[in-house]
DNA sequence: ATCAGTTTAGAAAACCTTTTCTATAGAAAG
DNA sequence: CTTTCTATAGAAAAGGTTTTCTAAACTGAT
């Protein structure tokens, strides 16, 4: 049972593959009589248009790669699904790619999807790596690219991004508000977000005079991390330098924390206040509900598929950088 | 600066483009000196073999479409990162397509996929109408096609799916070993596989005269399938027939329930106990950690992939039915 | 020096469309 | 009854590869 294609449509109908393309194409006068025709053929044998054909001869593919370092964290989730909901309806699939947070791998997928000539290519925090080599920059200048969150004011390159600096910064505040002022920072290992967000904190704290710590957690698969973050903070909230807040750099970070408090007995928000970042579903469905930083998640994988495409299409287009607001949440935490 | 194809290729290297071909594929022998030439000029010039031509004459795109109803659940996470791991170094790409659940879109998506030629299409959890309509029998004549816990005995086609059922069973002796026969079902209201698991706890209840009560959640984001269902359990444990025993659907359903207990004082394990499914993340960070089923999803990823891989490269190949074990976990609910 | 056999290279067809350019038929206008 | 225009249809080129088939050049044996 070979594959159909246009040419048998065209047999079947009577008429040439011309017409049979510029029936399916509708982009061009076709009598109403010949028409009929070959709809009806179409239908009959169930033709299937070759969109690697039209590709090849038409230039673009209708496809944009997405690479992502996980799917573990929520936080991707969210946003790629805001980049399909934009440019689903437009026509484009997408291939999805994990990079596993690796220099080479990223890279690896990347030089994949230019042989698969994808139209455009969205990456989710990249690695700094394969910034700061300039490899990025380079790749921008082949091929539509657009970063969500990938800070770093460097490269010449079309960003979408979280202003997670006004996140942390309204979070210090409030808790500043609130008369807290032993503040501790939870944060994972590599990322580039996490790196802007421990400067503003350690800014903030120098600036106003008191006396913060940061703690570093292994970055890992989601469980982990949080074990990790809860016994990390179980240390702190038995050491003299107990803190009275502390604001984590996701949500997971911030259930570890949470945890910590409940196992110390330590009550929450009493005695411990905790604000996550990312707003996850996760910070939902804790007792108590995590206050966190809302990042807008979907919105922001919206807004990026709405740029890339905009790049994709207009011919001219000067780079941009396109923040999203953040929104400081307080539940019970 | 137009794209570089290999005849630009060919001409810096002063060869014809058959030899360049020869020389990236590999697959025919090459005088050295000839070949050196040409490994030259594809390094000078960047050359970028457009995979598109490629595809369209060896008649395969070594792309694979996966369809999963949502990202949110961290069980499609876990099972897409299994595929992935199998497939990508087979060199292999994917597209992944949401179908929020819904029958017509998942249909456009297939369609869309067979459109770009993808060598194969891994459905998880198939819509139950596109089953029954036969339209995925058909589908399955098309293109090799696989079902990830597409529970439906009827329709020809390749599984991978968990024994769900014998993970009921187990959780259900589990409760009866420990003398609690009030067990009451937690579950969401669209699924295969919680059609599945209720009817066997239907007929597990009613083997031994034991009185059961099913509760069906309304599907939705999961932060609301929480919380409907933490409320749906305050109105069991308030009521006369209140349950010993919960076993849930999914971990968010017990997540529900967890918070449930806590919010009307009762105590678990001691009061009530709780049994989630899918050992996902979250079953792992709430206190008391939540008992599980263990779905054991990255590896029912892996086989899905090769199996499909089977189907894509082996000429001949009988319909199989691949089961995975469940694994019941006690942790502390 | 001739012949057969072995390496190596290239020409051209093929894959399935879209698109440009040309051609035909019929209608309208003179 | 020509001529001009319009509406419609088809032939052929193009897109970038792979692959088959043919050809050339060299090797070694007679």
Chains 1, 2 share one sequence.
């Not at 699939?93 to 290519?121: P, Y």
């Not at 960003?159 to 409030?174: H, I, K, P, Q, S």
């Not at 400067?199 to 570093?216: A, C």
Request: with cysteine; charged share 25%; glycine share 8%.
């Amino acid at each position: 049972m070979a594959k159909v294609t246009i040419q048998d449509v065209a047999k079947e109908a009577g008429v040439s593959i011309t017409t049979v393309s510029r029936v399916m194409n509708n982009n061009y006068p076709v009598a109403e009589k010949t028409r009929k025709k070959v709809e009806i053929a179409i239908k009959k044998l169930a033709f299937r248009p070759n969109l690697l054909a039209r590709s090849l001869i038409q230039n673009s593919t209708k496809t944009i790669g997405i690479l992502t370092p996980s799917l573990e964290n929520l936080f991707f989730s969210e946003v790629i699904k805001g980049i399909d909901q934009v440019t689903g309806p437009k026509g484009y699939t997408t291939f999805l790619c994990h990079t596993e947070g690796k220099e080479d791998k990223e890279r690896e997928l990347i030089e994949s999807l230019l042989n698969r000539q994808v139209d455009g290519i969205i990456m989710i925090d990249p690695r700094r790596e394969n910034v700061l080599s300039g490899y990025l920059e380079k790749l921008a200048k082949e091929v539509p690219l657009l970063l969500i969150n990938g800070h770093s004011a460097g490269i010449a390159c079309d960003y979408v991004l979280n202003a997670a600096e006004d996140g942390v910064m309204e979070a210090l505040r409030y808790f500043e508000g609130e008369g807290l002022t032993k503040i501790a920072f939870l944060r994972g290992k590599k990322s580039y977000s996490y790196d802007i967000k421990e400067e503003v904190y350690d800014h903030f704290m120098k600036e106003h005079g008191y006396s913060g710590q940061v703690v570093r957690i292994k970055d890992g698969n989601d469980a982990h991390t949080v074990e990790q973050a809860k016994e990390a903070v179980m240390g702190l909230l038995d050491g003299e330098d107990c803190p009275e807040a502390i604001l984590a750099c996701n949500d997971w970070m911030a259930v570890g924390a949470l945890n910590a408090a409940k196992s110390m007995g330590t009550q929450v928000p009493k005695d411990l206040r905790i604000i996550g970042f990312d707003n996850t579903i996760i910070s939902q469905i804790t007792e108590p509900k995590l206050s966190t930083i809302d990042q807008q998640m979907t919105k922001l994988g919206g807004l990026a598929a709405k740029r890339i495409y905009q790049m994709m299409t207009d011919e001219d287009h000067n780079r941009q950088k396109i923040y999203l607001e953040t929104k400081l949440i307080i539940r019970e935490s």
